[in-house]
């Protein structure tokens, strides 16, 4: 059965991905989808109503489904670790300070929303889960953006030279990188619950887990990688890379963080090799965008369920989590973006844009119900608050470039590297 769930899996996320580009949409939106599509709740309903339920996604048959998509997260976000290290054409001062603002108080707003919806939905949602754990958590959920999505947003749109574009950019890898840093803590609390002993020891273990990460990188697999590239042996890179991403998700895994905590710390400290990133983009990426992730995105549709939004109350919930998550973002990037300079056009499509989650929100939402978190009710409430605002960025954009599709092309602030 495992050879014809993957079959299901690859097709159904491809062709989704297809009808979504068809419809304007970026594809990681029809990714999402199918995801959701082949859960228990439609394609399982499917099932039943042809008279031929073969249980193909049923839990007792989807063992391997959590050990692949865990697979494909690891490499996830170590790829979201290395390409955060990638360098973007240099900006001015105010380049700078715009990406600061924009990121600031996009990341103020919402988060300071979702933790006040949170702590009044708790009782409803999550009762038996730690308040002020779901609470910060659900903070952290509305607060973060996409930058693989909204890489892909800005390229189907032609705004890769613009400068919202790279003010964009800039500002969400530093919303997520705080994010990162804010989820990190929350798991770090939830850990030690409040204990001062447990957290005195556990912070020792992570000190000495980072230092040892730190010395493995720079003594061991650095070097080896560089003595690989002067011998022309490109093709023991990779699998001392693959074996060190492993070796530091499980570290983290065993210290009861994540494991995706690891493999983005080793992205992050894989900067010092050069050309590394052509490396994995020619040996690696492609397996992971077309195998290993749309694994990830049909378990995490598969552990979603409609009957989370059957009551009327819940539904109520999702629409406010909609509005706080929308209005927190655009409207803290969008005054961001005003308090830097940009005009009004500008700032509207910067809130746009910095609304993308898609994946980075289903990456947090994974990590939050696998560490208990969040409950799969508010789960199934964030993952569709996740794919709808998604869903609007694209249509938005457009919309906001219509009255003058090149009132935002001045690179005034900006400054690329062939200026110099």
């Known amino acids: 059965m495992f050879f014809i769930q993957l079959a299901v899996i690859l097709l159904a996320c491809h062709l989704f ?10 594809r990681v939106v029809g990714e999402i989808t199918a995801g959701i599509v082949l859960g228990p709740t439609v394609f399982g309903r499917l099932e039943s109503s042809l008279g031929q339920s073969v249980g193909l996604f049923e839990t007792q048959h989807i063992g391997w489904l959590a050990h ?5 997260l690891i490499f996830l976000m170590f790829q979201v670790g290395v390409h955060i290290n990638q360098r973007h054409p240099e900006a001015s001062a105010q380049g700078r300070f715009a990406a600061l603002a924009i990121a600031l108080l996009g990341l103020v707003l919402p988060f300071a929303l979702g933790v006040g919806v949170a702590l009044v939905a708790h009782e409803h949602l999550a009762p038996t889960y730690s308040k002020w754990g779901f609470a910060w958590f659900c903070g952290v959920a509305l607060a973060v953006s996409a930058v693989p999505v909204m890489t892909r947003i800005v390229q189907s749109l032609a705004l890769q030279e613009t400068l919202v574009a790279h003010v964009t950019l800039r ?9 990162w840093v804010i989820l990190g803590a929350i798991v770090f609390c939830s850990r030690v619950d409040g204990n001062p002993l447990d957290a005195r ?3 020792a273990q992570l000190l000495v887990a980072f230092v040892g990460f730190y010395g493995l990188t720079r003594y061991l697999v650095i070097p080896f990688i560089r003595r690989a590239q002067a011998r022309d042996e490109h093709a023991a890179i990779m699998p ?6 492993l070796l530091c998700a499980w570290v983290t895994d065993w210290l009861g963080l994540h494991c995706a905590i690891g493999a983005l710390l080793a992205g992050l400290m894989m900067k010092q090799v050069p050309e590394f990133t052509h490396y994995w983009r020619n040996q690696v990426e492609g397996f992971l965008n077309f195998v290993l992730l749309p694994v990830f995105f049909a378990y995490a549709g598969i552990k979603t369920s409609f009957a989370s939004l059957g009551s009327q109350e819940n539904l109520i919930w999702l629409g406010v989590f909609l509005v706080c998550a929308f209005v927190g973002k655009f409207g803290g990037a969008y005054l961001g973006a005003r308090v830097s300079g940009l ?6 499509i910067v809130g746009a844009l910095m609304n993308t989650r898609g994946l980075m929100e289903l990456i947090i939402l994974a990590i939050g119900l696998e560490l208990k978190l969040i409950s799969i009710d508010a789960y199934t ?5 996740a794919l709808i605002i998604t869903a609007t960025t694209t249509p938005l954009v457009r919309r906001l470039l219509r009255p003058d599709p090149h009132v935002f092309l001045s690179k005034e602030m900006l400054q690329t590297r062939s200026s110099h």
């Open 343 to 348: 005009q009004r056009t500008d700032s509207a």
């Open 201 to 203: 020891y556990f912070a």
């Open 68 to 72: 692949v998509a865990d697979l494909g």
């Open 171 to 179: 500002a969400a890898v530093i919303t997520d990188v705080v994010g």
């Open 381 to 385: 409430i964030l993952v569709f608050m």
């Open 17 to 26: 991905g297809w009808l979504a580009e068809r419809l304007g949409q970026c």
């Open 240 to 245: 001392m890379v693959i074996s060190y991403v």
